[in-house]
């Protein structure tokens, strides 16, 4: 199945290239996944903290994630990202 966003615009969307980078990052390749998809590494980053919060504690710290700054700026990085690795 392809991308919705880029059969009808040509660009790639945040996640084009996700699952071929989480798979070079499986292998060791860290800078073919960098070139795949550069917002692997932070996704990454929350999955993992976000499974020791579950695994670890009674009442998981994350709490943060659900704030609506936090969605916001999440928000803002994803579309910059999405311009930016198009018109560069």
């Known amino acids: ?11 790639q969307c945040w996640g084009c290239g996700g699952q071929r980078a ?3 990052l499986l292998h060791g390749n860290f ?3 960098l070139q ?3 917002l692997v590494f932070p996704v990454l980053i ?3 903290y976000t499974l020791m919060a579950e695994l670890f504690h009674p009442r ?3 709490i943060f ?3 609506r ?4 700026i999440t928000l803002i990085l994803v579309i910059s990202f999405t311009l930016l690795r198009n018109l560069i």
């Open 65 to 67: 994630l659900r704030k």
């Open 1 to 11: 199945m392809t991308c919705w966003i880029n059969s009808i615009t040509g660009w």
């Open 22 to 24: 989480f798979h070079q």
């Open 46 to 48: 929350i999955l993992s």
């Open 36 to 38: 795949f998809n550069a």
């Open 69 to 72: 700054n936090i969605q916001i």
């Open 60 to 62: 998981p710290s994350y």
């Open 31 to 33: 800078r073919e996944a």
